[in-house]
């Protein structure tokens, strides 16, 4: 019991303190808005071209928008010393690192929700029949981005040019998923059929398990180094 | 048995040596004041004690506990209050009180924690956010955290920084409290008068070694 109270009060911490700043998402929609304009005028005179490279624009746009909300999940623990805190509280380490998953994971996935009709808009992209498993890829994958993210972001927070050093470390151990992430949401949207691309989905929900697992254990070890 | 037993005791930074071989002990139901110049290492003892650091060397037992090897065990007996206040700053004084304690397994009523924000006198400002909070006004929130807490062992560094005279007679009350219940109260403080009026034992750090103080030396210490 303590450790799911635990996590619905970082979750409730977390998401009443960017309710009340909006700080998070709205640099998130901010950076992600401009991806999607830029890519939409470069490609303005080939939309052949656009839909070939559509799934790692999504990507390129999900990703680099969720680091930005990643990065911010600890720094804000930095005033008054709040890390401190969890650190000290005797509470299982790992519930408070999945209260801090469960949050992030809220921000990135909200921001695609409301990004992807742009990119259905600014693309011409006929989504009609694959909506339901696009939203599987998403939540697969911003799952997998969270999970791993939300360690490096405790992992780097305290180091000076952590704004630098959390997609340096990041993005190698991301590859895996954001490669599952494209070529499952290429596959859907070119109209493949579900055993052309179902590998990627599975391969993104091992990586969510490992990431997942691996990052809760080590999640004590960083809080308190 | 003791309720804090320090032996041996040192902490680097590189070659750098805060202190070293520091040895004492500290009683239940005792307020233990820590003095000594800046830089001398009181706040990196406190923070050795709160579990947030390492020693280099030697060992302390808090209430019969590991403080390196059953941090999880110690954590569970302390509150330390620091300069930081441990406060979310979007967050109002009545969530804050509700989240910190939660995260110390403890879900309290409304009206007691309307309670402890009257006895430390923000009671008037439960709904506001932190941020719009004095230095003073969080201090005596992190008070009311401490009140609702009860911890076995309260840490205080430089408790009455920030504080005016209602500030101070709260957090004395808040230490005889603790005392009464059979608590231990470890403050650093540069303020000997004030500490003077509530430690039991006391302790002078400098130049990396540790004097400790008889009740007489405590109160001699102070006047000088």
């Known amino acids: 019991m303590s450790f799911l109270n635990t996590i619905y009060w970082v979750v409730w911490k977390d998401l009443i303190s960017e309710w009340r700043t909006r700080e998070t998402i709205s640099s998130m929609l901010f950076f992600a808005l401009i991806v999607i304009l830029v890519f939409s005028f470069s490609f303005a005179m080939d939309q052949d071209a656009a839909r070939q490279l559509i799934a790692g624009i999504i990507w390129v746009a999900f990703t680099f928008t969720g680091i930005i909300g990643i990065g911010k999940s600890f720094t804000s623990e930095l005033q008054n010393d709040c890390i401190e805190f969890l650190q000290m509280s005797p509470v299982p380490k790992g519930a408070i690192y999945l209260g801090k998953v469960t949050a992030n994971f809220l921000f990135m996935f909200a921001v695609e929700i409301l990004l992807f009709p742009l990119f259905v808009i600014f693309f011409n992209l006929e989504v009609v029949d694959s909506v339901g498993m696009l939203l599987l890829v998403f939540f697969l994958a911003t799952l997998g981005l969270a999970a791993v993210g939300t360690l490096f972001s405790a992992l780097t927070v305290q180091i000076r040019a952590r704004e630098v050093m959390l997609p340096v470390l990041l993005l190698p151990l991301a590859v895996p998923v954001i490669i599952a992430a494209v070529e499952a949401t290429r596959g859907i949207l070119n109209g493949d059929p579900y055993n052309f691309y179902s590998q990627w989905l599975h391969l993104l929900l091992i990586f969510d398990i490992i990431f997942t697992v691996v990052s809760f254990w080590l999640f004590e070890f960083i809080l308190d180094s | ?224």
């Open chain 2, 1 to 224: 048995m003791s309720a804090i037993q320090v032996t041996g005791l040192s902490k680097a930074y590189g070659f750098y040596r805060i202190f070293e071989e520091v040895t004492f002990a500290i009683h239940p139901g005792t307020c233990f004041a820590l003095f000594g110049p800046n830089g001398a290492g009181k706040t990196t003892l406190l923070r050795i004690l709160a579990t947030l650091q390492t020693p280099s060397g030697g060992q302390c037992t808090i209430y019969g506990q590991d403080g390196v090897a059953e941090k999880e065990a110690v954590r569970s007996i302390l509150l330390f209050i620091a300069h930081g206040t441990h406060l979310y700053e979007e967050l109002s004084a009545t969530e804050n009180l509700q989240f910190a304690l939660a995260l110390r397994g403890q879900s309290l009523e409304p009206a007691q924690l309307k309670r402890a924000l009257d006895q430390t006198g923000i009671g008037a400002y439960g709904n506001l956010k932190i941020r719009q909070f004095s230095a003073g006004m969080k201090k005596r929130l992190a008070l009311a955290k401490a009140i609702l807490a009860q911890p076995k062992l309260l840490l205080l560094d430089e408790p009455y920084n920030a504080l005016d005279d209602g500030g101070v007679a709260i957090t004395n009350q808040l230490i005889q409290d603790t005392m009464k219940r059979g608590g231990t109260v470890v403050m650093t403080t540069h303020d000997r008068n004030k500490a003077a009026k509530i430690a039991t034992e006391g302790a002078i750090l400098q130049n990396g070694h540790i004097q400790l103080l008889s009740p007489e030396q405590l109160q001699t210490h102070v006047l000088s």
